[in-house]
């Protein structure tokens, strides 16, 4: 089964870094689409990112030049690097694909991990 497991998050003064990742499994990772979403007290669930299987790139506007996300297919693993933090960065953040079967297409969502922008 689908299975995405993400690490990395913590605690992080404003200007500061941090380096998600998530690891997948249960399908042909290098064939999909993978997005870092993320989901703040009160608001609604937003795409911060995604990734192509071609490596083509997309960001929200409020994460542009700051945040990047990889991916590696030989360890089935996708990243983001988010770089000169805000406070209005502090949310879960989800690691999500879509994946086929057939015509059908279902999709998944790890645990999330937590990242908190705070002095």
């Known amino acids: 089964q689908v299975q995405l497991v993400e690490s990395g998050g913590g605690l992080v003064q404003p200007g500061g870094s941090l380096r998600l990742s998530c690891a997948a499994s249960g399908f042909t990772f290098s064939r999909y689409e993978m997005g870092w979403h993320r989901q703040a007290p009160g608001k609604q669930r937003e795409l911060v990112a995604s990734i192509t299987s071609n490596r083509d790139t997309n960001y929200v506007d409020s994460v542009k030049g700051r945040f990047a996300i990889s991916r590696d297919n030989a360890k089935n693993m996708v990243y983001l690097q988010m770089n000169s933090l805000k406070p209005e960065d502090t949310a879960v953040y989800y690691c999500?694909?879509?994946?086929?079967?057939?015509?059908?297409?279902?999709?998944?969502w790890g645990q999330g991990t937590q990242v908190t922008v705070s002095s």
């Open positions: 999500n694909v879509e994946v086929a079967y057939g015509s059908n297409w279902s999709a998944y």
